[in-house]
């Protein structure tokens, strides 16, 4: 029996299983730290894991066990959250709401295994919007047990940077309200696997796997893929059932991923599509030689994953959760969930729990300029409570005037129903764009017991305001 067909006849896939041999931990220690970020620039001062930008890529088999000892060498307390992993919920990372925040100068073990091969990443959950501008995040590759046949597998870690002309980075702009009710914190400066527009050589014929991950605070990546020709085979981890040709024009929001197999057939790039906008070339992949005479055949599907895929729509527990704010929103009110993780997350304001909803201004006060189900930030008791196996349906109308990224931790969903109507066979993801006026409907089976965050991954959007939790019990 293969293995892939162990785990998924398995129920508790997140428990680590007696047979596992214990790897030894590996260190992820967070610091300060210089990096270069290509350009002229002199050294940037950054947080970094691992002494690197971005920090190292943890590789791990899929169904094996990971063991992570995090050193917290940061003058703020932080903690790791592994983003994508259907994973035990005490690992999960959230501080204030899975695990206390790991102190300056003190360590957390992380452990657990992971289920689901794929392209995942880790960050901070704890000022997140402060700590991952700064420069901590890294993938998590998660490799299949038969991996396709390909040539090289390229992670890119797709990021942006607010730097001054010293090339520092802006700190007078963390915490700005215009950043917070507009499109978040973007950057002026691009890089790819921490280097400014890096060039990559590649051989004619060579069949590349592409892992790009948006680790952006809160910019849209537009991107286009030229001088390659491949499929789609993934996206936030999860392998499509039916591959998906590469379009002209793709769009990763914060906290996406996508994987692309294709074979360099010429001079590539890898582009920033920006509006009309000339193509601006992120990476470029000069041709050096040739792999093989003639490319590989076709592209196959990925092995699946063992994901709960059996929605019971009669049965579904329902919750809708409007997303209101921001600017050009109008005047909203909202209660303030009251949460002790809000102040955690916030810029030490002391975060009164409302009974009754408050004006925009007196929210503003507060530090908030959205919500999300009538709530500003985390409410007190899980807005969402279910039992575990239970199928849980999520419609979110974006009744605000921007793009958000919503994300749900330690499930996969797929999205039901758009704003057109139904929608069949939609790619399991765990964090889905819903532009301005759209609404999402997306469902999931409520596997993972514990409490899980759903919020959006424009972080300054999460830290004012829009982000809750459900418990799976
Ligand atoms: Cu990538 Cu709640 O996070
Ligand atoms: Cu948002």
Redesign the pocket.
């Given at each position: 029996m293969k293995r892939r067909h162990f785990l998924a006849g398995t129920a508790a896939l997140a428990l680590p299983m007696p047979t596992l041999a214990t790897p030894a931990p590996r260190i992820l220690r967070a610091a300060p730290g210089t990096a270069s970020l290509g350009g002229d620039f002199p050294g940037t001062a950054v947080w970094a894991y691992g002494g690197s930008i971005p920090g190292p890529v943890l590789r791990v088999g899929q169904g094996d066990r990971l063991r992570v000892r995090f050193k917290n060498d940061l003058p703020q307390p932080s903690s790791v959250?592994w983003?994508g992993i259907r994973i035990d919920n005490t690992m999960d990372g959230?501080s204030g709401l899975t695990q206390d925040p790991v102190k300056p100068g003190e360590d957390f073990d992380y452990d657990f295994v992971v289920p689901d091969a794929g392209t995942y990443?880790y960050?901070p959950?704890n000022r997140?919007w402060e700590q991952m501008a700064r420069g901590l995040s890294g993938a998590l590759i998660v490799e299949e047990t038969e991996p396709p046949e390909v040539d090289r597998d390229l992670v890119l870690v797709v990021d942006d940077w607010r730097l001054g002309e010293d090339g520092q980075i802006g700190e007078e702009s963390f915490g700005s309200m215009q950043d917070w009710s507009h499109g978040g914190r973007r950057g002026n400066w691009p890089t790819v696997n921490g280097t400014y527009r890096p060039v990559m050589a590649v051989k004619r014929h060579e069949r590349l796997r592409l892992r790009i991950i948006n680790t952006c605070n809160a910019t849209l990546m537009p991107l286009g893929l030229t001088g390659m020709e491949g499929k789609i085979v993934a996206f936030d981890g999860q392998p499509l059932a039916a591959l998906q040709d590469i379009p002209a024009r793709f769009v990763l929001g914060p906290?996406q991923r996508v994987d692309i197999i294709a074979d360099v057939i010429d001079e590539a790039t890898l582009d920033f599509l920006q509006g009309d906008a000339e193509p601006y070339p992120f990476v470029s992949f000069p041709v050096d030689g040739e792999a093989r005479e003639i490319p590989l055949g076709e592209v196959q599907i990925l092995p699946r994953n063992p994901l709960a895929e059996d929605l019971s729509m009669e049965t579904a527990v329902r919750a809708k959760l409007a997303l209101l704010g921001g600017a050009m929103g109008g005047n909203i009110t909202a209660r303030i969930g009251g949460h002790p993780m809000t102040a955690m997350m916030g810029h030490g304001k002391s975060r009164k729990v409302s009974a009754e909803p408050l004006s925009m201004r007196e929210l503003v006060d507060e530090g908030f300029v959205w919500s999300m189900g009538g709530f500003a930030g985390m409410t007190a008791d899980p807005y969402v409570d279910v039992k575990r196996g239970e199928t849980v349906v999520i419609t979110m109308p974006n009744e605000t005037a921007w793009p958000h990224a919503m994300?749900i931790?330690g499930h996969h969903f797929r999205l039901i129903e758009d704003s057109k109507g139904p929608v069949s066979d939609a790619p399991w993801r765990d964090?889905i764009l819903i532009e301005p006026r759209e609404t999402a409907k997306i469902a999931f089976v409520a596997d993972n017991p514990g409490d899980w965050?759903i919020?959006c991954?424009m972080l300054e959007h999460?830290v004012a305001g829009m982000g809750t939790w459900f418990r799976v019990s």
């Amino acid at each position: 029996m293969k293995r892939r067909h162990f785990l998924a006849g398995t129920a508790a896939l997140a428990l680590p299983m007696p047979t596992l041999a214990t790897p030894a931990p590996r260190i992820l220690r967070a610091a300060p730290g210089t990096a270069s970020l290509g350009g002229d620039f002199p050294g940037t001062a950054v947080w970094a894991y691992g002494g690197s930008i971005p920090g190292p890529v943890l590789r791990v088999g899929q169904g094996d066990r990971l063991r992570v000892r995090f050193k917290n060498d940061l003058p703020q307390p932080s903690s790791v959250h592994w983003h994508g992993i259907r994973i035990d919920n005490t690992m999960d990372g959230v501080s204030g709401l899975t695990q206390d925040p790991v102190k300056p100068g003190e360590d957390f073990d992380y452990d657990f295994v992971v289920p689901d091969a794929g392209t995942y990443w880790y960050h901070p959950h704890n000022r997140s919007w402060e700590q991952m501008a700064r420069g901590l995040s890294g993938a998590l590759i998660v490799e299949e047990t038969e991996p396709p046949e390909v040539d090289r597998d390229l992670v890119l870690v797709v990021d942006d940077w607010r730097l001054g002309e010293d090339g520092q980075i802006g700190e007078e702009s963390f915490g700005s309200m215009q950043d917070w009710s507009h499109g978040g914190r973007r950057g002026n400066w691009p890089t790819v696997n921490g280097t400014y527009r890096p060039v990559m050589a590649v051989k004619r014929h060579e069949r590349l796997r592409l892992r790009i991950i948006n680790t952006c605070n809160a910019t849209l990546m537009p991107l286009g893929l030229t001088g390659m020709e491949g499929k789609i085979v993934a996206f936030d981890g999860q392998p499509l059932a039916a591959l998906q040709d590469i379009p002209a024009r793709f769009v990763l929001g914060p906290g996406q991923r996508v994987d692309i197999i294709a074979d360099v057939i010429d001079e590539a790039t890898l582009d920033f599509l920006q509006g009309d906008a000339e193509p601006y070339p992120f990476v470029s992949f000069p041709v050096d030689g040739e792999a093989r005479e003639i490319p590989l055949g076709e592209v196959q599907i990925l092995p699946r994953n063992p994901l709960a895929e059996d929605l019971s729509m009669e049965t579904a527990v329902r919750a809708k959760l409007a997303l209101l704010g921001g600017a050009m929103g109008g005047n909203i009110t909202a209660r303030i969930g009251g949460h002790p993780m809000t102040a955690m997350m916030g810029h030490g304001k002391s975060r009164k729990v409302s009974a009754e909803p408050l004006s925009m201004r007196e929210l503003v006060d507060e530090g908030f300029v959205w919500s999300m189900g009538g709530f500003a930030g985390m409410t007190a008791d899980p807005y969402v409570d279910v039992k575990r196996g239970e199928t849980v349906v999520i419609t979110m109308p974006n009744e605000t005037a921007w793009p958000h990224a919503m994300h749900i931790h330690g499930h996969h969903f797929r999205l039901i129903e758009d704003s057109k109507g139904p929608v069949s066979d939609a790619p399991w993801r765990d964090t889905i764009l819903i532009e301005p006026r759209e609404t999402a409907k997306i469902a999931f089976v409520a596997d993972n017991p514990g409490d899980w965050m759903i919020h959006c991954h424009m972080l300054e959007h999460q830290v004012a305001g829009m982000g809750t939790w459900f418990r799976v019990s």
